[in-house]
């Protein structure tokens, strides 16, 4: 029987002095091919890694301004900073995320738009951000901006404001509580809510900060104003000042719908709250819910001792 001659396997032997001379010629390019390969075999293993590390629901992160560069619009590592991406640097540099404290006062709020070591570029980006929200935004919802990750830069903007309007108005709500027997965190609280922390249309244009409309159909020229329709429904009135505004709101709840409130007392804000709500100041159902939420937020109760 005739058998093909098939090729005898011979192990593999290294000729050492062609070896050593291809070595000698081709070493640098042997040396990158390498470190090419060793640099592809890392990476792949820091990736594995960081995917199996990584949350089943991650969440991208957002960060509060930090300690970036004073006067610049840069982050650390030199990229445009936006409002949802500047790190707060730790200790060792590192970054971390912001932690809202739903229990920080607004009185332990720093307002980034009066800090001078931003650059007036960066207040911009705060502010058009921080316009997005209401001012009572984060007053009436203390959960909202960790759930939403607003960046604490933003909070502060509008907490300082709520801070800044009660500073300059619990002097005249506690001298309106001394002489009329209502409540200062309730004025106060009212006062926040219906002009929109003193900054709706109606305040600004007739310091009105209570909403008072003008029921009178024979009122001298300058006395109200109507800011939606031709109905005389829509007529507020128009004061000179806000302390104007605020004693005539003391006068308008000596009135007979609201004379059961007076039995109260001025420590009582919760029940004064839901008088009013009864009493029919507000049509909105949440109306008391919504000045104890203020009250207690900003710890206007102090006011009323």
């Known amino acids: 029987m005739h058998r093909p001659n098939l090729p005898v396997f011979r192990p593999f ?11 000698r010629v081709h070493w640098f390019r042997i040396l990158l091919i390498a470190l090419a390969l060793y640099i592809v075999l890392v990476k792949d293993i820091q990736f594995q890694i960081s995917m199996n590390s990584a949350p089943a629901n991650p969440a991208a992160p957002t960060y509060d301004w930090g300690n970036a560069e004073p006067g610049t619009s840069k982050g650390p590592n030199g990229s445009e900073a936006t409002l949802s991406m500047m790190p707060e640097m730790g200790e060792e540099g590192q970054a971390t995320p912001v932690v809202h404290q739903r229990n920080k006062s607004a009185r332990d709020y720093r307002d980034p738009l009066l800090d001078e070591t931003l650059s007036a570029e960066r207040k911009a980006e705060i502010q058009n951000l921080a316009n ?8 009436l919802s203390p959960d909202y901006a960790q759930r939403k990750r ?76 109507n800011f939606t329709d031709d109905t005389h429904k829509d007529f507020f009135r128009i004061y ?48 008391a819910e919504k000045l104890i939420q203020i009250i207690e937020a900003l710890e206007l109760h102090q006011y009323d001792e």
């Open 240 to 287: 000179q000042s806000s302390w104007e505004s605020y004693r005539a709101h003391s006068i308008f709840l000596q009135g007979k719908r609201y004379a059961p409130l007076k039995d109260l007392g001025t420590t009582d804000y919760a029940a004064w709250a839901r008088g009013l709500r009864k009493a029919g100041y507000a049509t909105d159902k949440r109306y």
């Open 132 to 139: 997005t929200f209401s001012n009572l935004t984060f007053v």
């Open 150 to 225: 607003v960046p604490e830069a933003v909070v502060a903007v509008k907490m300082a404001k709520c801070y800044r309007y009660v500073q300059r108005f619990a002097p005249v709500a506690k001298a309106e509580m001394n002489k009329y027997g209502i409540p200062a965190s309730i004025t106060l609280a009212q006062g926040l809510l219906e002009s929109n922390v003193g900054e709706s249309r109606l305040t600004k244009a007739n310091h009105n900060h209570f909403g008072i409309k003008c029921f009178s159909r024979k009122c001298r020229k300058g006395h109200c104003s």
């Open 13 to 23: 032997s290294w000729d050492l002095p062609k070896l050593q001379d291809y070595l």
